[in-house]
């Protein structure tokens, strides 16, 4: 039956979707191609700054803006403890990725724009932090999608 519930959890759940599978997949490619060289991995390092602020941030808004008129539909509140921990949890990651890893990313891009598209050697560990954030990021959000289908309380 299509009614608002429906509709807000379904934008929910592929919001979800997106922003986790992104993270997942984004964190695969980081890694191959900071093994595959500094050229490939300048163009990764230049290409996450965009997909943060253009994909992920607004993906990451619209599954919490959906998720809580979810909450209201199904006359839940934010006193759940499985709804407090995804809210926390989404709350670390989206503030990490949007004030640590866009950034840091961007300017990392320019850095390698300045390099003649590849890493610098001085920027290596800088990458490499990028990658040990995100690979943190993935962890907490499939921790989310699990606290979402338990609902451990």
């Known amino acids: 039956m299509l009614n608002a519930l429906t509709i807000y959890k379904s934008i929910h759940v592929l919001a979800a979707a997106i922003w986790v599978g992104s993270d997942v997949a984004l964190h695969v490619v980081g890694v191959r191609a900071r093994k595959a060289g500094a050229e490939l991995a300048g163009y990764f390092a230049r290409e996450i700054g965009f997909y943060g602020k253009f994909v992920l941030v607004p993906t990451s808004l619209l599954l919490i803006i959906l ?11 934010v006193g759940e403890l499985w709804v ?26 320019k850095a390698i724009q300045e390099a003649g598209g590849t890493i610098p050697e001085s920027q290596t560990a800088v990458f490499d932090r990028l990658l040990l954030y995100a690979r943190i990021e993935v962890l ?4 989310i999608v699990v606290d979402m289908v338990v609902k451990p309380t």
Not at 86 to 91: E, F, K
Not at 140 to 143: R, T
């Open 67 to 77: 998720g809580f008129l979810t909450l209201d539909q199904e006359g839940l509140g």
């Open 84 to 109: 407090t921990f995804g809210l926390i949890v989404w709350a670390a990651s989206f503030f990490i990725g949007a004030f640590y890893i866009g950034p840091t990313a961007d300017k990392l891009g």
């Open 140 to 143: 907490f959000l499939m921790l």
